[in-house]
């Protein structure tokens, strides 16, 4: 878009049918009115993380964010499988006549990591995780951030509800991280108890992009997620005696150098795929072969018929490889394939480009990037994948210093992660709100 900043203005308005205050000063002295107090609140996000399925606090404090701002709340909502864990979620509405129902999502979990940023700010939390270990807890994928601007956005669109109409519905997703928070508020009626959204939005920070960006890309922009457990079984013995037992780190090595082949040599070269195996525990002594080996891995994919080949794949391997080497049959190899999975992130492309063009006056076209899809994973998108497909997009908001160099950036699940808060909350804040205003608008 071309000419002077106010034709700019002028010509989103017209376009979307919103007043031009809202694209000019009015919507930047509303977001630096919030700045401090959304700063403090990130720092106290960010200083105090919560795990997975343990996100009582954060929740909580969100829950008390939203009432304040004069939403009408619920929490905890959501509900895991064989009620294992309780389901923190929150869900935050706003009536405002007839129009459109927009749901907007912010996720609040962190990720076991033990961060190293040495800011004032930074988590110092140790918790037990699911597995009865004692981790350090630290936000290392931004969604403290998700939280902070899911509230300022609140606050802002119940401040202009004289510029839209609508059912505004508010959601704080936990479990993220773990591919189960939005099964969880799905399963526990979100669009039963709730109406249906018209469309659904959310945002995700993103390291390679400087402060100040958005990013977006139609279409499929991340990946299927599998996590896998696999129990490699042998038959113990002494170290100085292998040949009476059946020895499973042997046996595992030659599995993971195996799996590697299923990429390369089983899948079409163009067709994205990844096998990684992120962890590997067995043994406790030098001299002691052990019954198992524990490895855990994560597989990613777009296309459905990738993604079962690459399961089945990783079964066949894994069984005859153990047969080959004399395992006997109640001994072979565990599969878990069920741990956690995240289906594919599709953005609608007729959302996205609406979303585009509205935030062009708003952020500036320099401003916006268009980015390629990704192989992370963002169980998002769970809520365009049921039977009313709701048409979800996500943005990319970036984080990082301006001009700083791409590759000394930290990246996301980093100890080192720390964004620029102040500016990609601003960016955030106004992002997210054109975004709404712009579905909801009169």
């Known amino acids: 878009m ?19 205050a809202v694209f000019g000063q009015d919507l930047d002295k509303r977001i630096a009115a919030e700045l401090s107090s959304l700063a403090a609140l990130y720092k106290e996000l960010h200083t105090n993380p919560e795990l997975s399925y343990f996100e009582k606090n954060t929740s909580a404090r969100e829950a008390e964010e939203l009432r304040k701002a004069g939403y009408e709340v619920t929490y905890p909502i959501g509900r895991y499988p064989d009620d294992k ?22 996720d609040m979990d962190a990720l076991p990591i033990k961060e190293n940023t040495g800011l004032p700010w930074a988590s ?18 931004g969604h403290d951030m998700h939280t902070t601007v899911l509230i300022g956005t609140g606050r802002l669109l119940a401040a202009l509800k004289d510029k839209w109409k609508g059912t505004l519905i508010l959601v704080g997703q936990t479990a993220e991280e773990r591919g189960g928070g939005a099964r969880a508020l ?22 390679s992009l400087e402060a100040g960006k958005v990013g977006y890309c139609p279409g499929w922009a991340m990946a299927n997620v599998d996590m896998i457990d696999i129990t490699i079984r042998g038959v113990g013995s002494h170290g100085a005696r292998p040949n009476q037992g059946k020895d499973p780190i042997v046996i595992s090595a030659e599995v993971i150098n195996a799996l590697q082949t299923i990429v390369s040599r089983t899948i079409d070269p163009v067709e994205p795929a990844v096998v990684t195996v992120g962890s590997i525990h067995g043994g406790t002594k030098h001299n002691i072969i052990p019954d198992e080996v524990k490895l855990q891995l994560t597989v990613r994919s777009y296309a459905e018929d990738v993604r079962q080949t690459i399961l089945s794949s990783i079964e066949r391997i894994t069984t005859y490889t153990a047969k080959a080497a004399g395992v006997p049959e109640g001994r072979l190899p565990i599969i878990d394939g069920g741990v956690e999975f995240t289906p594919a992130l599709y953005n609608d492309p007729a959302l996205t480009e609406r979303t585009v063009k509205a935030l062009e006056p708003v952020l500036g076209k320099e401003n916006l990037v268009q980015i390629k899809p990704t192989t992370g994973g963002e169980d998002f998108s769970e809520y365009g994948r049921t039977s009313h497909k709701v048409p979800v997009f996500m943005m990319r908001l970036g984080t990082s210093p301006v001009g ?17 808060h102040e500016a990609v909350i601003a960016t955030g804040l106004k992002a997210l709100t054109t975004a709404a205003l712009n579905l909801l608008g009169k």
Do not use: Q
């Open 404 to 420: 700083s160099d791409p590759e000394s950036r930290p990246g996301l699940h980093s100890a080192l992660f720390k964004p620029e």
């Open 2 to 20: 071309t000419g002077s900043l106010g034709t700019r203005l002028l010509l989103a308005a017209m376009l979307i049918g919103l007043p031009c």
């Open 124 to 141: 110092k939390v140790r918790m037990t995780d699911i597995t009865g270990e004692e981790v350090g807890v630290m936000h290392a994928c």
């Open 186 to 207: 799905l399963a526990d009626g979100l669009y039963e108890r709730w109406p249906v959204p018209d469309f659904a939005i959310a945002e995700h920070v993103d390291p």
């Open 85 to 106: 864990y309780t389901c923190y979620g929150v869900v935050a509405v706003l009536k405002n006549g007839k129009g459109p129902t927009v749901l907007v999502r912010g």
